[in-house]
């Protein structure tokens, strides 16, 4: 149920069923589900330390009691925490459905848009990709057409660039998008 990935030196990756676990755990409030799986993560992450768990005033998640970073996604049976020890960072996990087809024009800028023509596994990395570079810079304020840009990628490779335009800096990322059954996850591997 639960599947812990050191992807480098100070990247871990926590992903967990949460359908198994709630249905393991008597639960039946997905809100419920939601917190208690996020808690064993967070104690599965930090098996030797007491981290809590706390958000800014954006809504950015961080832990108090350590200096990792941390992201946490979920979507409808899954639910996926990143911790980075250097750097901020972005985790996002998109069930693939066809729904995203009908919001594309709204976080897509014209390139992407032809880019990723009507391919819904495509829409869907970039929507998750948006979201990853999104989570690492953590304010609001950001118009996901205007100031997050996706470089275009290999079908069948699974690294890719995208930036963020924000006050006049442009922060590039090296991202990462795996295939999980029917979802896609998107990670933020390093700043560039």
């Known amino acids: 149920m639960i ?3 050191n992807i480098n030196d100070h990247i871990r990756l926590a992903m ?3 359908e198994a676990f709630c249905r393991d755990h008597d639960i039946i409030k997905k809100r419920e589900g939601e917190q208690r799986a996020t808690e064993l993560l967070l104690k599965n992450l930090f098996p030797q330390q007491e981290v809590i768990l706390n958000y800014s005033a954006e809504g950015k998640p961080f832990l108090s009691l350590s200096s ?3 992201s946490i996604s979920h979507s409808h049976d899954k639910l996926v925490i990143m911790l980075n020890e250097k750097e901020s960072t972005g985790v996002d996990v998109e069930l693939i459905r066809d729904k995203v087809k009908n919001i594309r024009h709204k976080f897509l800028c014209e390139e992407e848009l032809e880019f990723a023509g009507n391919n819904t596994e495509t829409l869907t990395v970039l929507w998750a990709a948006k979201e990853a570079v999104y989570k690492a810079y953590g304010l609001k304020g950001v118009d ?3 100031n997050i840009f996706i470089e275009p990628f290999d079908e069948g490779g699974d690294l890719f ?3 963020l335009h924000m006050n006049n ?3 590039r990322y090296l991202l990462k998008k795996e295939k999980h059954g029917d979802y896609i ?6 700043e560039v």
Not at 185 to 190: E, G, H, M, R, S
């Open 16 to 18: 967990l069923d949460l």
């Open 3 to 5: 599947n812990i990935l």
């Open 169 to 171: 800096k442009k922060t």
């Open 161 to 163: 660039y995208g930036s």
């Open 144 to 146: 996901f057409c205007a």
């Open 185 to 190: 996850l998107v990670y933020i591997l390093n």
């Open 68 to 70: 990792a970073h941390i």
